[in-house]
Nanobody, 123 residues
Framework: VQLQASGGGLVQAGGSLRLSCAASGHSFSSYDMGWFRQAPGKEREFVATISWSAGGTYYADSVKGRFTISRDNAKNTMYLQMNSLKPEDTGIYYC?????????????????WGQGTLVTVSS
């Protein structure tokens, strides 16, 4: 599956952004999907993931209550609604996919990655 992330930009602290991840290829609904981010000088980290059926969603503690992950299997698209953004949310956000089943929060289990979209939150 090929992934294309979009929706990043510059926003003030407290603002909102909605990221999208469009998937091409087939069988989007058979993939668990996720968002990961990488801040300057730091390792890539887990943000949120969603199971193939959207029956399960998982969030990093740092974004719980502020971010919402969702997917539309009919449109082959995943979303990340980000509210109450903080400067520490700044980074490149990557969408990723893995075959369904097993762990859904481990970065290493995700084999397909998009190119990333930059989110910058100013204070």
């Amino acid at each position: 599956v090929q992934l294309q992330a979009s929706g990043g930009g510059l926003v003030q602290a407290g603002g909102s952004l909605r990221l999208s991840c469009a998937a091409s290829g087939h069988s989007f609904s058979s993939y668990d999907m996720g968002w990961f981010r990488q801040a300057p000088g730091k390792e890539r980290e887990f943000v949120a993931t969603i199971s193939w059926s959207a029956g399960g969603t998982y969030y990093a503690d740092s974004v719980k209550g502020r971010f919402t992950i969702s997917r539309d299997n009919a449109k082959n698209t995943m979303y990340l609604q980000m509210n109450s953004l903080k400067p520490e949310d700044t980074g490149i956000y990557y969408c990723a996919a893995k075959s369904r089943g097993g762990s859904i929060t481990k970065l290493a289990d995700f084999g397909s990655w998009g190119q990333g979209t930059l989110v910058t939150v100013s204070s």
